[in-house]
Structure formats: C-alpha cells, structure tokens
C-alpha cells in the first residue's frame, strides 16, 4: 500500500522563528497539498501544487507561508516567522491526477508554537 | 457564503446499530462528494465518492447518498462496532476541476459495545 510520509511527526518552535514541513508524496501522484487542523477544528485547505507551480491556494497561505517540490520526491512547506496561531496539525496529501478518489494523507506534523 | 456542515455534536450510538451522519452544503454545485474517517491525531482516509449523478454508493458496510436538490448527503454504517469509533468528514471540490478539496468540520461516532 503506498504511502504519504512526513517528517518531523513533531516539531516544536519559539515564534518568530522559520519552520520547514517536509513530505514525500506517493511516487506517481501529481497533485499536492497542505492542509493544516488547529486541535478541536476541522481540516483547512492552504495549497495545493501541480506542475511545478501552486495551483491553488486559502486566504491562510499568506506570504508567510511557501511551498517547494526541490526535487522528484520531497514537497515542503515553509513558514517564515511562525506565529502562536500557527500551531496546528499540518498534513501534506497526495493525489493522482484524474483520480480524484485517490487523496491519500500523510500521518501528519503537530507543530507548536511557543 | 460556502458551507459544509456536519452535525458537531458527537453521536453514540449501540454497537449493531445503523450510525447516520449528515452533511449538508450551501453554495456549491459539487460533481461529486468525498467521505473519509479521521482518527485522533492521524490524517484523514478516503472511504468513499459518490457522484451527482449517483443517488447512492456501497461499499461494505458503508452506504452514502447525495441529494442534489436538497444539498445533502448521508453517510451511513450497518451494523456498526466499536472499531468504527472516529470522526468522519465530508468534502467537496471549491470549483469544478481545482482538486481544491474544503472538509465539513467532522461528526464524531461512537460506537458503544
């Protein structure tokens, strides 16, 4: 069964300071995507990549936030100058173009931000 | 505005039991609508899609209905069991053809033994 990884599974920041999400998607997937779920609420759309370039993006991904695919396996999230509202649940998934019943999730990165 | 709403209070209900959940929309006109499960602290897994044009999916003990006219879908488990506790999410693409998924805010299942 292919699966979406994530690292660090947590990752714990002073304000201020830039964090780096990273993930490996599923190898033959074209979409992908960052989600983020403040603890208690539901699963936010912030980006999701096609093509070398973001496709789509939410009023939360601000300039703050970026994203980079810097080679064939791994996709980033970056966050520049992390805030106490960043702290969150921030899951990467993965989808197969035309198959859209095929979004898998990757396991997750619980950043909090002191 | 768009909206996805799921009932936020949790449901318990006795193991054997068929569990309903709804969800219902405002605001969009999806081709279809995603049903997945979330456990604590994990991501969410797909389940099932069913389309505008289908009145009604299977798979296993899982059913999902979508009415178009009523802006509603219902997802169902037969004879449910504990293992089917978790919170269960609905989610519609923004904009035909952006793969750009919103979720409802989840309806939590409890299944009681």
């Known amino acids: 069964e292919p699966e979406v990884t994530q690292t660090p599974s947590h990752q714990v920041t002073q304000m201020g300071q830039e964090v780096i999400l990273r993930c490996v998607p599923i190898?033959?997937?074209?979409?992908f995507y960052w989600y983020r779920q403040i603890l208690g609420q539901k699963v936010e759309f912030l980006v999701s990549?096609?093509?070398?370039?973001?496709?789509?993006k939410s009023e939360i991904f601000d300039d703050q936030f970026s994203v980079e695919r810097p080679d064939g396996s791994n996709f980033t999230l970056k966050i520049r100058s992390t805030k106490l509202e960043d702290s969150a649940m921030y899951f990467c998934?993965?989808?197969?173009?035309?198959?859209?019943?095929?979004?898998?999730f990757g396991p997750g990165t619980r950043l909090l931000v002191l | 505005s768009q909206k996805i709403e799921q009932n936020s209070e949790a449901l318990n209900i006795q193991e054997g039991k068929t569990a309903t959940l709804t969800c219902n929309y405002t605001?969009?006109?999806?081709?279809?609508l995603q049903w997945y499960r979330q456990d604590p602290g994990r991501g969410p897994v797909f389940l099932l899609l069913?389309?505008?044009?289908?009145k009604e999916k299977r798979k296993e003990r899982l059913k999902v209905t979508f009415d178009t006219t009523l802006k509603q879908s219902l997802f169902h488990i037969t004879a449910s069991q504990p293992a089917d506790s978790a919170t269960y999410l609905c989610?519609?693409?923004?904009?035909?053809?952006?793969?750009?998924?919103?979720f409802g805010t989840g309806t939590r299942l409890k299944v009681l033994a």
């Open positions: 190898s033959n997937h074209l979409y």
């Open positions: 989610a519609l693409e923004q904009g035909s053809g952006t793969y750009k998924y919103i």
């Open positions: 990549f096609y093509n070398n370039e973001i496709s789509e």
């Open positions: 605001n969009y006109s999806p081709a279809y």
């Open positions: 998934a993965s989808l197969l173009q035309g198959r859209v019943e095929t979004q898998y």
């Open positions: 069913i389309r505008e044009n289908e």
